[in-house]
């Protein structure tokens, strides 16, 4: 039997043990006895870093759609698959139960074929958080077309550049969106978008504000008569392990977005079984993972784990401030959520509004809690785990990228110790290692350098679309024979890892590495500080100095700025040491983010800099216009 379900410690070192010493065997056994294979591999694994090239599963033939829904239905046809819960908290949310889930999906894999899409086609889909967006990824996936998610909050440029980059033939759209008390013209948005996108021969749209847009003639079909047509029955296409599933694109810090892809097998079984783990997921559970589909996050973590596991996934259409700050409560306690997965910044938002909004609420259906996308900060994760998880809920900090396609590093909840700030322990299978600046491998613990992994697991995106030279550039040639994260972290007394950010953030002042978020964990302690980056600028005597933009909580209003700045570098003296100390502190409305909530560095850093000529495309963040105001008011 495989160790599918880890449920104490001395298991998971021994499993981990097991992976690490024998990887074939260990997948091999997992693969083997959790998923439905048309024909099983030849080979466990083969791989090169240095080419670089991995292949897991090399002969097996598979369809995640099986895996995520058919080979459900003869025991939980009727259970909820995806729970849709709707903006408009006064509307009903939607059940689509397992036997649903598997007609729709044959439906839609219909009409994209009727469209002329065949297997390695790339499909564009750029839909709201409402079901057609996973029915519209596991349709292609059923067909064996690529989807191309692009997050629905990206302007007309950043979608017409990712349906160039892969070339896709379709786009699926819908006809608007609601975000809170506002609609979004999406329709629009793709209209403009396809002006420079010549290859795009079909639009399908779903119908979802009932606006009145355009449609153009031979280009542009309303989705619903032809899924009303459509059989619900449709043969799922036989894929190779290696197929690719999908492309999903990240922003690097040059260049244009990388196209990321993911490939069958290997991502299905492991983003299987981290969801498994990771969230110690129990049959009867309902999760929910606030991501949009759009991200990584979303694809892994709502979509295919979870389904393959044959779990209820909360789709949520809304944001959490609408009708008012308690939404995310109000749904947890409505749904009686058991796993709740979300980000530093959505918590961050919803401390500074107060605890009123979490009282008013029953959270005790919650057992799980996790934190994914940027390094958590000691006082986000204590007001999440006294407030919402309560003492009870474990947090589960889980560190991954795109580029991984699923959860590296995590505590798994009851099983390992939690640490604030620390997402602890590599997953099964995962061999992170420190390295330092000359290329040697820190060995032992306490030590802090780059991070990178050792050996492939079977999520890794295999290259990136159109140009593998990119690939291997960004991620195997920093250091030989090993995957570099671009993620600095240290290893602390015990072997825990705390991800310290992106080593581009890492600051040398008078010689001394200093990584941001410990200091702006830091910071955020001051009670008046609701959020704060941290960016160097050129010093005269120190070589970098260390400038800091704060955004004050409500009660920060009417107190003196110079005071402030000194308790916030006295904090700073005591948590870390004077050298940390801030030259410049600059007090803001906002901070520029992305619309995955990251906080945009590179914009501060160039302001801090004095160097504002060529900030790059703002256009696609979250709040751009709070960057006019950082830069009028510049130290
Ligand atoms: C980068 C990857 C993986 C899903 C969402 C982000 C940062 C992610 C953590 C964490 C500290 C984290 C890293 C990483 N990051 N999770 N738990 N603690 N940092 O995916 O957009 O590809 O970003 O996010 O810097 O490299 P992504």
Known sequence: MSNYHIKHL??????????????????????????????????????????PEV??????????????????????????AILFEPNNPDDDA???????????????ANVLKEQGVKKGDRVCIYVPMIPELAIATLACARIGAIHSVVFAGFSATALATRI???????????????????????????????????????????????????????????????????????????????????????????????????????????????????????????YWCTADI?????????????????????????????????????IVEKHKVSQFYTAPTAIRALAKQGVEFVEKHDLSSLKVLGSVGEPINE??????????????????????QTETGGIMITPIPYVTPTKPTYAT?????????IMDEDGQELKGNQVEGRLCIKFPWPSIARTIWGNHQRYKDTYFSTYENKYFTGDGALRDEVGYYRITGRVDDVIIVSGHNLGTAPIEDAINEH???????????????????????????????????????????QLISDRIGPIAKLNKIQFTEGLPKTRSGKIMRRILRKIAEKDTSNLGDISTLLNPECVQDIMDNAL
């Open 10 to 51: 001395e298991e998971y070192y021994q499993v981990y043990r097991k992976s690490v010493r024998n990887p074939e065997i260990f997948w091999e056994e997992i693969a083997e006895e959790h998923f439905l294979w048309r024909k099983k591999w030849d080979t466990v694994l083969e791989w090169d870093f240095a080419t």
């Open 55 to 80: 292949k897991w599963f090399q002969g097996a033939q598979l369809n995640i759609t099986e895996n995520c829904i058919d080979r459900h239905l003869a025991t939980r046809g009727d259970k909820t």
């Open 94 to 108: 939607e059940h689509i139960t397992y036997n649903q889930l598997y007609r729709r999906v044959n439906q839609f």
């Open 164 to 286: 160039n980059d892969s070339d896709c033939k379709i786009v699926i759209t819908s006809d608007g969106s609601y975000r809170g008390a506002k609609t979004i013209d999406l329709k629009g948005i793709v209209d403009e978008a396809l002006e420079s996108c010549d290859g795009v021969e079909s639009v399908l749209v779903a119908k979802r504000i009932n606006s009145d847009i355009t449609m153009k003639e031979g280009r542009d079909k309303w989705l619903q008569p032809l899924l009303d047509e459509a059989s619900n029955q449709c043969k799922a296409e036989v894929m190779n392990a290696e197929d690719p599933l999908f492309i999903l694109y990240t922003s690097g810090s040059t260049g244009k977005p990388k196209g990321m892809v993911h490939t069958t097998a290997g991502y299905m079984v492991y983003t299987a079984y981290t969801f498994k783990n990771a969230f110690q997921y129990r049959e009867n559970d309902v």
């Open 294 to 330: 759009g991200w990584i996050t979303g694809h892994s973590y709502i979509v295919y784990g979870p389904l393959c596991n044959g779990a209820t996934t909360v789709m949520f259409e809304g944001v959490p401030s609408y009708p008012d700050y308690s939404r995310f409560w109000d």
């Open 379 to 400: 006082e986000a994760w204590h007001w999440y785990n006294d407030n919402i998880g309560k003492g009870k809920s474990p947090i589960i900090d889980s560190w991954w």
């Open 425 to 433: 322990l590599p997953f099964i299978g995962i061999q992170p290692c």
């Open 527 to 569: 009670p008046a500080v609701a959020e704060s980056a941290i960016v160097g600028f050129p010093h005269d005597i120190k070589g970098s100095a260390l400038y800091g933009y704060v955004t004050l909580k409500d009660s920060g209003e009417g107190r003196n700025h110079d005071n402030l700045r000194i308790e916030i570098n």
